[in-house]
């Protein structure tokens, strides 16, 4: 026992953090947030399945009504319904050539609700450094897409690998970083499902839980919040990914695909080829 009468184990357990996770009041399910991953669509289902109703506004904005490990009342019970293993555990993940092309437009193209651009001074930064062209709001945003879009993957790579110009940010770091937290700190999920068949996805959740409150997914609006932030992507998925492009994504993204099972030779294939082994999961993010 240390000095404190507490135990080696005893301390790594109360320090044990879970970022991004979010637990609903009831207890009835924990999830692991990935961002651009449908989480405004499973935030408000969680929302609603222990209310009854939708929370008004960005489900991301609440500061009630969700256990959230960013607000340092949820820290407590969340950990130790985690480290318990008491509740419904899952993550939701999406094809990485979609998901980096959703970051693209919405984060670095796109003007957010409060009317800035993303991160204050980032695309300023962006145009200066790496060429980034974004468009002006006063002529419609008009660009070269892709031309954009391989500039920006640079950027990306950048942050990811060497920290530079600045660390990397949520939204285009990998899903294995994200999801690997979960598991490193003591967590284990009971599901992860693709954001391209979210409906039989989130109702494998909603069938192995229970809830006070009934939810029809049929009848469940999709919370796309980013929506109407960015111009419109004008061009097929594979048309913005060459050979240099495609190897940029595999480096930052290997264990994404591998993982989760996506077509890293074919940017036109969202879905996925083959299943989630939840094992090798936790095996592999585990370390």
Same mark, same amino acid.
Request: proline share 5%.
């Given at each position: ?56 506004? $960005? ?10 490990? %960013? ?18 555990? *899952? ?8 998901? /980096? ?17 993303? @991160? ?29 879009? @391989? ?8 942050? /990811? ?7 990397? $940010? ?12 979960? /598991? ?33 997914? %049929? ?22 990914? $060459? $050979? ?15 993982? *989760? ?27």
């Amino acid at each position: 026992m240390s000095s404190g009468g507490r135990s080696l184990a005893q301390r790594s357990i109360a320090l044990a953090n879970f970022p991004g996770t979010w637990m609903t009041p009831s207890e009835s399910m924990v999830y692991r947030v990935v961002p651009k991953c449908a989480c405004s669509t499973i935030g408000q289902i969680m929302y609603y399945s222990d209310h009854g109703r939708f929370f008004d506004g $960005d489900i991301h904005d609440a500061k009630t009504g969700l256990h959230k490990w %960013a607000l340092e009342n949820s820290q407590q019970p969340i950990r130790d319904n985690v480290l318990a293993h008491k509740s419904f555990a *899952f993550t939701c993940v999406r094809n990485p050539y979609t998901r /980096i092309l959703s970051s693209f437009f919405d984060k670095i193209c796109g003007v957010q609700r409060s009317g800035n651009y993303y @991160r204050g001074n980032l695309v300023p930064q962006l145009i200066q450094k790496y060429g980034i062209d974004v468009g002006n709001p006063a002529d419609g945003l008009a660009f070269d897409q892709i031309k954009s879009f @391989r500039r920006f993957l640079l950027f990306a790579r950048d942050t /990811i690998r060497w920290r530079k110009p600045m660390e990397p $940010d949520i939204h285009w770091s990998a899903m294995s970083g994200h999801i690997g937290t979960f /598991i490193a700190n003591g967590g284990r999920y009971d599901h992860i499902f693709w954001t391209e068949q979210f409906d039989a996805g989130m109702q494998a959740v909603l069938d192995r839980t229970d809830r006070p409150h009934a939810i029809d997914l %049929a009848t469940i609006p999709r919370f796309n919040e980013s929506e109407g932030h960015g111009p419109k992507r004008l061009h097929p998925v594979e048309d913005y990914f $060459d $050979d240099l492009s495609m190897h940029l994504v595999y480096e930052i993204y290997k264990r994404d695909f591998r993982l *989760f099972k996506y077509d890293f030779e074919n940017p036109a294939n969202k879905m996925p080829v083959g299943e989630i082994d939840l094992d090798e999961v936790h095996a592999k993010l585990g370390q």
